[in-house]
C-alpha cells in the first residue's frame, strides 16, 4: 500500500510561502486559502451524570488540540493568503465563541499580519450537517456570530430543543443573515458525506441548495467541492468512514471530491443548469494532523481555494460571492485564468464568475491559462489533461443534467508554453443548449474521477476546478 501522506519539511515550505505584499495591496491577484479549519474551541461537551440540569462545561481542545493561533502560522507557512477559522457548537457554545475563540482570533490576526484572517464558525445547520459560516471583518462580527448561532445553530439550546433542528428553522436562519447590514457568506460543506451510494444524496439534496440560495442569495455561495480529512487512512479500530478520504463511508469521493462536483453532469451540473451561480470551494477540515493520529493536512498543505482577490477581506468575500475561484488539490496549479470571447477582438469577454452576453450562432473563443505549481508537494505533479465542459438548461433533472459535455480535451502536446504558464484555447459555436462553461484537470489518465479506495495516495490522484463562466442571451 502506497503511504498516504507526505510532508514537506517546514524548512522548504518557509522557503516557498509568497510574500504577502510582494504586489500593490489594491491589485487583485490569485490568493490561496482555506475556509474550514478548527481549533480548541471545537469543544466537546460532558453532560453532568450528578446534576443533569446543569449546562454541561465545554472540553477545551476536545476536537481540535491546535490554537487559533498555531493554525494561522502553519497556514502562512504553507502559503495561505486568508483563512477562515471555523469552531462548531454545543450547548451555550456561542458564549465560548464570543468570550474566548474572537480575542484569540484578534491576538492571532496581530501576529501573523500578512494573512488575511477571517472570525467564523462552522454553523450546525438546522436540519442537516454543516457550513462554513464566515463573516465580514468590522466591528460588529464578534457580536454578530453570537447572535446567529444562539438564535439558529441547532446544538445551542439547553436543554436541547428538538424544535431548532429543522429544514424550515435553517431558511429561516438564512433569511436573517440575508437581512444583516453586512450579511456572511455561507458555504455547504461536505455536501453528500451522509449519501448511501452513488447518485444518492443523505442530509441535503441539490433541491435544497437551491432553496437556499434562493431564501439568501447574497449569502449562500455554493459548496465545498473537496472536503476536508484527505489525509484519512485504515488503521486496527478505525471505521470505514474514518478510514477514508473525507471521512465519507457511505459513497467515496471521486479524485478527492464530492460525488455531486466529481460526476460530469451530476448534482452541480444541475444546479448551474437552472441558473444558479453555485461557487465550489475546497479546504482543509483541520481537527488533528495526520502525524499526531488524526486525518486532517495543515491549511494549504493540500488543498487551497484560490480567490482573485485584492488582499483584504471585503475584496475576498467579494471574490467568494462573484465566483471568482478555482480550486486544487496537492499544489497542482496555482494559477488559473479562464476567459471566454465572441469573435477575435476580444470586445466581448467574461471571465469567471462573471457572465457573457451572446447571440445564438456566436462563435466564442475560450482561452484557458494555467501556472503548474511553482512549489513542490513532496513531488512535482504533472498535468497530464485538462478537459473544457459546458451545459445547459436543457436536460435539466432533479438531480443530474444530461446536457453536460466535454467539448474540447486537451493533452500535454496541445500546451502551449507562455512565460510561466501553459495556454490551449478552443473554438465553440454558442447555442441556447449552452448556458456555462467550466474547466478541470488531474494528473492521472483517469477520464472521469474513479470512486477513491480506502487507503490511496492522495498526492497521486490531484485534480482542479474552475468555477463557471456563464452565457446570457443565446
Known amino acids: 500500500m502506497m503511504s498516504p501522506v507526505r510532508l514537506l519539511p517546514l524548512a522548504i515550505v518557509l522557503a516557498h510561502a509568497p510574500l504577502a505584499h510582494a504586489e500593490e495591496t489594491g491589485k487583485r491577484r490569485w490568493l490561496a486559502g482555506d475556509h474550514h479549519v478548527h481549533s480548541i474551541y471545537s469543544a466537546r461537551y460532558e453532560a453532568d451524570s450528578e446534576h443533569p440540569e446543569r449546562v454541561p462545561d465545554p472540553v477545551i481542545g476536545g476536537d481540535s488540540s491546535h490554537t487559533i493561533l498555531q493554525n494561522a502560522q502553519m497556514a502562512r507557512s504553507f502559503g495561505l493568503d486568508w483563512m477562515v477559522t471555523t469552531d462548531h457548537g454545543g450547548p451555550r457554545h456561542s458564549a465560548l465563541n464570543h468570550d474566548h475563540a474572537w480575542p484569540d482570533v484578534e491576538a492571532a490576526r496581530k501576529a501573523v499580519p500578512d494573512l488575511v484572517l477571517f472570525y467564523g464558525m462552522e454553523f450546525d445547520v438546522p ?20 447572535d446567529i448561532e444562539s438564535r439558529f445553530g441547532k446544538r445551542e439550546a439547553f436543554p436541547a430543543d428538538p424544535s431548532r433542528n429543522t429544514k424550515p428553522n435553517m431558511l429561516e436562519a438564512l433569511r436573517y443573515m440575508a437581512g444583516l447590514p453586512v450579511p456572511p457568506v455561507l458555504i455547504a460543506n461536505h455536501p453528500s458525506r451522509t449519501a448511501t451510494g452513488y447518485g444518492e444524496w443523505g442530509l441535503h439534496t441539490p433541491a435544497e441548495y437551491q432553496a437556499w440560495q434562493e431564501a439568501a442569495p447574497n449569502v449562500v455561495i455554493g459548496m465545498e467541492g473537496a ?36 460526476r460530469l453532469g451530476g448534482a452541480w451540473d444541475a444546479l448551474l443548469g437552472k441558473g444558479l451561480h453555485w461557487t465550489v470551494t475546497a479546504n482543509s477540515d483541520s481537527h488533528g494532523h495526520w502525524r499526531e493520529g ?9 488543498s487551497r481555494t484560490w480567490v482573485l482577490a485584492a488582499p483584504n477581506a471585503s475584496d475576498i468575500l467579494d471574490g467568494l460571492r462573484k465566483g471568482r475561484v478555482f480550486v486544487a488539490t496537492g499544489n497542482l496549479i496555482d494559477r488559473l485564468d479562464v476567459t471566454a470571447a465572441v469573435g477575435q477582438a476580444d470586445s466581448r ?8 452576453d451572446v447571440g445564438g450562432g456566436d462563435k466564442v473563443t475560450v482561452t484557458i491559462r494555467f501556472r503548474p505549481a511553482r512549489t513542490p508537494n513532496g513531488a512535482r505533479p504533472k498535468l497530464d489533461h485538462v478537459d473544457l465542459i459546458v451545459g445547459g438548461a436543457s436536460g435539466v ?15 500535454a502536446r496541445d500546451f502551449r508554453p507562455d512565460g510561466d504558464s501553459l495556454v490551449v484555447s478552443h473554438q465553440l459555436k454558442v447555442s441556447e443548449a449552452i448556458t456555462y462553461l467550466r474547466v478541470r484537470g488531474t494528473n492521472t489518465g483517469q477520464g472521469e474521477p474513479e470512486p477513491d479506495v480506502a487507503g490511496e ?15 446570457s442571451g443565446a
Open 127 to 146: 436540519g442537516g450537517e454543516h457550513a462554513s459560516l464566515i463573516l465580514p471583518t468590522d466591528a460588529s462580527e464578534r457580536a454578530t456570530l453570537r
Open 227 to 262: 472536503p476536508g480529512h484527505q489525509a484519512a487512512r485504515p488503521e486496527a479500530g478505525k471505521d470505514k468512514a474514518h478510514g477514508s478520504r473525507g471521512l465519507y463511508g457511505g459513497f467515496p469521493t471521486m479524485g478527492g471530491f464530492d460525488q455531486m462536483v466529481a
Open 294 to 302: 488524526g486525518a486532517d493536512f495543515w491549511p494549504g498543505e493540500y
Open 349 to 356: 469577454s467574461a471571465a469567471m464568475g462573471e457572465t457573457l
Open 397 to 411: 433533472e432533479e438531480d443530474g443534467n444530461r446536457s453536460t459535455r466535454i467539448v474540447r480535451r486537451f493533452t
Open 457 to 471: 495516495d492522495p498526492w497521486r490522484d490531484l485534480w482542479f476546478y474552475s468555477n463557471p463562466i456563464y452565457l
